[in-house]
């Protein structure tokens, strides 16, 4: 059994994935017992000492630590790489030497690759090794079961690697920007293992040319240029579903980047040689495998529910959190000055879905971390002697002048960047429903970053805390683990890299009946919610795309109005998570065009939605009959001028997936004839 009664407003809707959370005391007191981890709860929450036991007893013989439920932890890959030099693979070090030859060739310097690897920004070094980890493990295989070599092998050297990039388009970040070997090009053409799928048309630009893995997710695309002598390759972790993947990785690139959501999961499912390294709590006791490795303990501790001190100054509060912390060890303290909001840093971080971790045993968990960490550090008489400040370079940040510089960074911080800095939105793939991105307003929240110094066990580390007051209290409502931002902070990517050549597109006048009747069946979906107004602007030729999406077979096992109802449940669902607006360029926007095949209609809506007219040949790839039998390229019984298409993105400060709808006129009606999700 578990209790369920929250305290009030402790919580968002939709903030967690387990919305189960014990009663909370005034004070938590707890007792470990060290081999068998038992944990019998006092006060108000003796109630729940017997299911803690069973909880942690369950999960004693993990190392990665333990699982409330009692299911077994899964174990990452023991030799994997863990963000250090020394634990790349060749294939890996000889990309990474011949970077740094490279630049010092041409700057005139002589950086060691070793000491610059390893202060490269962490998602620098977790798109480089998740990407290169999973072309090394991806054997390019012949239609006839010959062996054409690894995937890696089609990199001749690296042009630049992009991690979180601020204010940048999915398909900008996460990825790894590649110089392709000479018959790369014809070995992916020539292999079984990737297929070569339409072009790029939205995304990618000036690299048009797009491979991805056959059947499989996650999958590796290489998207490669004209000339074919250059390369963007991601790893995409999520399906193009409808309509899911229009809001998946809101707020985020997470289709790319290994440490959103159970992205790492399913990245070792198909390609082992990655340990998580990424996942320790604070970055100082060691990697996330080990950080909270063994909870032992024959003491009482407690938690107690508000810091000790009720400092009017953001600085003051700052300063007595880190002292509890790495100076006076006293870990429970330190933990007391964590927020309820911040327990998604911890329960939904990236990897921690498959330990899940109880929302009510937080406290605990960070209780032993914030403990692991001050001892790896060793004793400190002085504040100075453990950290020292750390700048960021964020667009919207206030530095706050203190007496404590020499310490820690303040920054007042809008609430816009506070809502993306939030974990429960920095980590969540799941649909933000009821979220709305506020404005830039300054008061609520501040930040603060330090680097802790090299000592002892301890490895340096770049933090970043988001503090709020609550109930006169200041709190840490969110935090990050060397942050990219950190000023100082290395890139493999030493300019702005090659221009893509971007060809001009053209521009034409459409005819009105389809301008009427694209806007109508917009309207009737996203003003109106009349679903079933907006289905009989859906072609049954569109069926069949409900089979790819749902991974049926090309005989489609489902009758037609079971594939009706899905395409109708799929519009009535995204019209829910959009939310009612007056107009459509407020829910939806326009997406540029990337591509000369396309011409672009003009029409008085071209905010909320591209429209263009599609040649016929390309118009038979799309359609979902082809694409589901196999065959892009289709009948050839089309001509130009026959086919338009839409395109759209919901209109937010994220960047999100495209929806493409194809019409054709059927019986004097213009028709969505077949429709597909374009992920960044």
Known sequence: MRLTKRNENRYHPGRFRRKIVPETAESVIVRIREKGRLIAACGRCAMVAAVFALIIVAGQSSVRGFDV???????????????????????????????????????????????????????VRTTFEAVTNALIKTTLVSPEGKRLGSAIDLLDSIEKVRGKVPNAGGDEQFRIYAILKADAVSKLRASETFEHDSNNKFF??????????????????????????????????????????????????????????????????????????????????GTGADSVSVIGSSDLISIPRTPARKEKKIENAARDFLKSWLVERQPGNATAYFSDISFPCVSEAPGKARRTINEGLVPVYLYHALEKDSKALG??????????????????????????????????????????????????????????????????YYGVTFKVKNSGKARGSNLYLLFKKESGYWKIVSWEVEPDSVKGRRDLDASSGRTPEIKAVKEMKGPETLIAETKSFLTDWLIKRDIEGAMSFVSRRSNPCVAI?????????SALEDERARISAGLQRFAQVLGQ???????????????????????????????????????????????????????????????????????????????????????????????SVELP
């Open 69 to 123: 439920d009692g299911l077994p932890a899964i174990e990452a890959d023991g030799n994997g790489t863990d963000g250090t030099y020394a634990s790349l693979d060749r294939e890996q070090k000889r990309l990474v030497d011949a970077w740094f030859r490279d630049y010092n060739r041409v700057a005139g310097e002589s950086l060691d690759p070793k000491t610059e690897y390893e202060n490269l920004a962490m998602s």
């Open 581 to 675: 607006k007056k107009t459509l360029s407020a829910m939806i926007k326009e997406v540029t065009i990337n591509s000369d095949e396309l011409v672009i209609v003009d029409h008085p809506e071209r905010a909320a939605y591209t429209l263009f007219s599609v040649p016929g040949e390309l118009a038979a790839s799309f359609e979902c009959a082809n694409r589901l039998a196999g065959d892009p390229r289709g009948p050839s019984v089309t001509t130009d001028g026959e086919y338009y298409g839409t395109s759209f993105r919901v209109n937010d400060n994220a960047t999100w997936s495209i929806l493409k709808l194809l019409w054709q006129q059927e019986e004097g009606k213009w028709k969505i004839v077949s429709y």
């Open 204 to 285: 990618h630009k000036g690299y048009p040319l797009n491979f991805r893995l056959k059947d499989a997710k996650p999958s590796i695309q290489l998207s490669i240029s004209e000339d074919e002598e250059h390369a963007d390759i991601d790893v995409d972790y999520r399906s193009s579903s409808f309509p899911a993947s229009l809001f998946n990785g809101h707020l985020t690139a997470g289709n790319s980047d290994v440490r959103a959501g159970e992205n790492y999961d399913r990245h070792i499912a198909r390609w082992a040689g990655l340990a998580p390294w990424w996942e320790s709590v604070f970055g100082i006791g």
């Open 379 to 444: 004793r400190m008489t002085d504040l100075t002697n453990a950290i020292e400040s750390a700048e960021l370079d964020v667009e919207g940040l206030k530095v706050v002048t203190h007496k404590y510089q020499a310490e820690f960074s303040v920054y007042k911080v809008p609430e816009d960047l506070a809502f993306e800095f939030d974990c429960s939105n920095r980590y969540s793939l799941d649909e933000q429903s009821n979220k709305k991105m506020p404005g830039r307003k300054y008061g609520k």
């Open 549 to 557: 999406y749902s991974r049926q077979d090309a005989d489609g096992n």
